[in-house]
C-alpha cells in the first residue's frame, strides 16, 4: 500500500489536488476497498497501479474543466429558481459502476452534491458501502437505468459508457437535463471522440447542440494512453 500511496500522491501533486485535506486518505481507502471487493463482485478490470492511474487519476484529471463548467451552470441552476434553494447544480454519475469518476469526484468537491445512478443491484451495494464507510454525504446512490433516472439533472457526467449513437438512450436522457445544463464525458482518443459527435449532426434532437460541443484534451499522470473529455451544452429555453 506503501507504493500506491506515494504514486496516488504524486498523481494527485501533478493535478494540483495535495491541498485537499484528507482526500489522499479517502482515495486510498476507496481504492482498498474495490481491491476487496473486486474478487467478487467484478467492478473493474483493473488492480494496483493500473486501478490508481487508469480509474483514479483518470476520473480525477479534468477537475478543472469540471468545476469550470459548473460555475457555468451555477448561473443556469439559480435562474431556473430551482425548488430547494440551491443556487449550486449538481452532478449526476449515470452507469457510474463502482462509483467512476463520481466517487474520486465528490471527495475532491465536497461542497457539491452527487447522484450515483448504478443499474445493477450487487454495484449499488458496494456503492452505499462505500458512502458508509468514507463516508460521503454528498453523495446519493440510485439503482436505475440511466434513462429512467429521475431528473431534472443539472450536469451528466460519464466515463467508460454507452457511445453517443445509441440515440434512444441518450434522448431520454437529454430530456431530463435542465436547460443550460450538460454532458461532461469522458471519451479515449479525440480523433474517435470526433468521428463519434460528427455522426450526431444528422440528428434533428442533437445537430445542433451537438455541432456545438466541445472537445479537451486530458493528461492523466502516468498514463501513455489519450484521453479527452465532450462537453455538450443545452441551451436555455
Given at each position: 500500500?506503501?507504493?500506491?500511496?506515494?504514486?496516488?500522491?504524486?498523481?494527485?501533486?501533478s493535478l494540483?489536488?495535495?491541498?485537499?485535506?484528507?482526500?489522499?486518505?479517502t482515495?486510498?481507502?476507496?481504492?482498498?476497498?474495490?481491491e476487496?471487493?473486486?474478487?467478487?463482485y467484478?467492478?473493474?478490470?483493473?488492480?494496483?497501479q493500473?486501478?490508481?492511474?487508469?480509474?483514479?487519476?483518470?476520473?480525477?484529471?479534468?477537475?478543472?474543466?469540471?468545476?469550470?463548467?459548473?460555475?457555468?451552470c451555477?448561473?443556469?441552476v439559480?435562474?431556473?429558481?430551482?425548488?430547494?434553494?440551491?443556487?449550486?447544480?449538481?452532478?449526476?454519475?449515470?452507469?457510474?459502476?463502482a462509483?467512476?469518476?463520481?466517487?474520486?469526484?465528490?471527495?475532491?468537491?465536497?461542497?457539491?452534491?452527487?447522484?450515483?445512478?448504478?443499474?445493477?443491484?450487487?454495484?449499488?451495494?458496494?456503492?452505499?458501502?462505500?458512502?458508509?464507510?468514507?463516508?460521503?454525504?454528498?453523495?446519493e446512490?440510485i439503482?436505475?437505468?440511466?434513462?429512467?433516472?429521475?431528473g431534472?439533472?443539472d450536469?451528466?457526467?460519464?466515463?467508460?459508457?454507452?457511445?453517443?449513437?445509441?440515440?434512444?438512450?441518450?434522448?431520454?436522457?437529454?430530456?431530463?437535463?435542465?436547460?443550460?445544463?450538460?454532458?461532461?464525458?469522458y471519451?479515449?482518443?479525440?480523433?474517435n471522440?470526433?468521428l463519434?459527435l460528427?455522426?450526431?449532426?444528422?440528428?434533428?434532437v442533437?445537430?445542433?447542440?451537438?455541432?456545438k460541443?466541445?472537445i479537451?484534451?486530458v493528461?492523466?499522470?502516468?498514463?501513455?494512453?489519450?484521453?479527452?473529455?465532450?462537453?455538450?451544452r443545452?441551451?436555455l429555453?
Amino acid at each position: 500500500m506503501n507504493e500506491l500511496r506515494s504514486l496516488l500522491e504524486r498523481g494527485l501533486f501533478s493535478l494540483e489536488l495535495h491541498g485537499h485535506g484528507q482526500a489522499l486518505e479517502t482515495l486510498l481507502r476507496y481504492i482498498q476497498e474495490i481491491e476487496t471487493w473486486n474478487p467478487t463482485y467484478g467492478l473493474v478490470n483493473a488492480s494496483g497501479q493500473d486501478l490508481v492511474i487508469k480509474h483514479i487519476l483518470d476520473s480525477l484529471a479534468p477537475w478543472r474543466m469540471l468545476e469550470a463548467l459548473l460555475a457555468e451552470c451555477d448561473q443556469a441552476v439559480a435562474g431556473n429558481a430551482v425548488q430547494d434553494g440551491s443556487k449550486n447544480s449538481t452532478l449526476t454519475d449515470i452507469g457510474t459502476g463502482a462509483g467512476l469518476p463520481g466517487i474520486p469526484l465528490s471527495i475532491i468537491m465536497p461542497s457539491r452534491r452527487f447522484m450515483l445512478v448504478e443499474r445493477m443491484g450487487k454495484r449499488t451495494t458496494f456503492l452505499e458501502s462505500q458512502k458508509t464507510i468514507l463516508p460521503l454525504h454528498n453523495v446519493e446512490i440510485i439503482e436505475s437505468q440511466a434513462e429512467r433516472a429521475r431528473g431534472p439533472h443539472d450536469i451528466v457526467i460519464f466515463r467508460a459508457f454507452r457511445p453517443f449513437s445509441e440515440l434512444k438512450l441518450f434522448k431520454s436522457i437529454w430530456k431530463n437535463l435542465r436547460p443550460g445544463g450538460a454532458f461532461f464525458a469522458y471519451k479515449g482518443k479525440p480523433f474517435n471522440a470526433k468521428l463519434e459527435l460528427a455522426g450526431m449532426v444528422v440528428d434533428p434532437v442533437f445537430a445542433a447542440p451537438f455541432s456545438k460541443a466541445e472537445i479537451h484534451d486530458v493528461w492523466v499522470p502516468f498514463l501513455e494512453e489519450e484521453r479527452c473529455v465532450v462537453i455538450v451544452r443545452k441551451p436555455l429555453l
